[in-house]
């Protein structure tokens, strides 16, 4: 490869490359496959991690980048609109593509539910929800749990009341596992379009003061308009019901944290005093979800899962 000095600084087309740069750059790419290249070496030695995410994020997605980083990863970050996507592209071969590249793991959000059941048994990679439809957020209830118990390390045996779109939402679904799992009692209470019928084990009321007089950490839920289809009156007035404000906090005879995954509807689900005060765990949320990232990603690379590569299935 003694043509380094003279390689093009843009490639736009192979009439740009000499046949002797090829050959060099064939004989560089060898060499480089069967590890006995001792040239520069580029960037880190760390695992390269895609996300995939076909909804809005602002704190997932920047939270498991900094994750990356943190471990001194690289994070690949798979951009929709400009991908293969477009051209129909399923996101099964995106990954066996990802695979191939020497992607190790990667990070999907959808708005379609039980996006990962094919992948479950022989995974092209791995991989983790970043939230799937209604279905789960798997890694914020992690954040969450480790949330909870960095600010009352007693908090089995208590009770936390999860207020508002509880039906759309996939923070509860995968919250209220966590809880029931380790032990922290659960409330669910908003109107009764965004409540579930039955839910197993846990208590449900339309009554906010009741369930305030109970409980021990509040989390707090956003509307989930866009998932709605018609199915909750848009007329309702959640504030005046269900709203949490600082006079509402402060008539109670304890001190109870209010938890909020974020985004935030300023003003329909607490009140913009509520968000700055230190009843407000959000900001906590935030930054304790790099930590838990940090450590799931660490965990799941280090396993010794034997099935991960093997998916082999186009259909
Ligand atoms: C949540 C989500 O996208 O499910 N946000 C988040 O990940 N922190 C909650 C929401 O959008 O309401």
Excluded: W
Excluded at 43 to 60: C, D, H, K, N, V
């Amino acid at each position: 490869m003694g043509k380094l000095t003279t390689f093009p600084s843009v490639l736009s087309s192979i009439d740009d490359l000499s046949l002797d740069q090829i050959e060099g750059l064939l004989s560089l790419a060898r060499k480089i496959k069967n590890k006995d290249y001792l040239g520069i070496p580029f960037g880190t030695t760390g695992p390269i991690i895609a996300t995939y995410f076909l909804e809005p994020s602002t704190r997932t997605m920047h939270s498991f980048s900094i994750a990356i980083h943190k471990l001194g990863g690289k994070h690949l970050r798979f951009e929709a609109n400009s991908s293969s996507l477009v051209k129909g592209e399923t996101f099964k071969e995106t990954l066996r593509t990802f695979a191939s590249q020497g992607v190790s793991l990667c990070i999907t959000r959808t708005s379609e539910n039980d996006f990962f059941e094919p992948y479950k048994d022989a995974p092209p990679i791995r991989l983790i929800n970043g939230g799937d439809g209604t279905c789960e957020h798997p890694t914020q209830a992690l954040l969450d749990l480790f949330t909870i118990l960095e600010y009352d390390k007693n908090a089995r045996g208590k009770t936390l009341t999860l207020v508002g779109d509880i039906t759309h939402s996939r923070v509860s679904n995968s919250l209220i596992k966590i809880l029931k799992k380790y032990g922290i009692k659960v409330i669910l209470c908003g109107p009764v379009e965004m409540l579930p019928k039955e839910a197993e084990g846990v208590d449900l009321t339309q009554d906010l003061d009741t369930a305030l007089d109970k409980t021990d950490f509040l989390y707090l839920l956003r509307i989930q308009k866009e998932r709605h289809a018609n199915t909750v009156d848009g007329a309702i007035d959640f504030h005046t019901l269900y709203g949490i404000n600082l006079p509402r906090l402060s008539r109670l005879n304890k001190k109870i944290p209010v938890f909020h995954p974020g985004p935030v509807n300023i003003g329909v689900e607490l009140t913009h005093e509520v968000l700055d005060s230190d009843y407000y765990m959000g900001y906590k949320q935030v930054e304790n979800s790099i930590y838990m990232r940090m450590a799931l990603i660490k965990a799941m690379l280090k396993n010794k899962d034997t099935n991960v590569g093997t998916f082999k299935s186009f259909s």
